[in-house]
């Protein structure tokens, strides 16, 4: 019953948070359509990628948002030896 005041009420429910989108597709497909749009692009491989945080909700527009922040921390496969590692993070301390 499109255009319906009830479903009118219900759309509105949905965009203010109210109703979750439960139904395909999975927010791991969308994760994964994320990382590989930022692979060789953003980072070398997304393998890199140490922290997630995914929420799906409803829009009159639908889109994907990926925020990308850099960490401060030496990846664990890195050839800095942990004395360099802490040499520098002395040196750039205040």
């Known amino acids: ?3 319906s005041p009830r479903s009118n009420k219900r759309r509105l429910a949905a965009l203010a948070g ?3 989108p439960t ?10 359509t994320a990382l590989d749009a930022i692979n060789t692009i953003v980072v070398t491989d997304d393998a890199q ?9 409803f829009s ?3 889109k994907l948002v990926a925020t990308i922040v ?3 921390a030496v990846a664990s496969n890195s050839r ?4 360099e ?3 520098a993070a002395e040196e750039a301390a205040p």
């Open 1 to 3: 019953m499109p255009g």
């Open 18 to 20: 109210e109703i979750a």
């Open 23 to 32: 139904a395909r597709p999975d927010i791991d497909n969308y994760i994964k």
């Open 49 to 57: 990628v140490v922290e997630i945080r995914a929420r799906k909700q």
């Open 60 to 62: 009159d527009q639908p």
């Open 70 to 72: 850099p960490l401060d």
């Open 80 to 83: 800095a030896t942990q004395r």
């Open 85 to 87: 590692v802490i040499t």
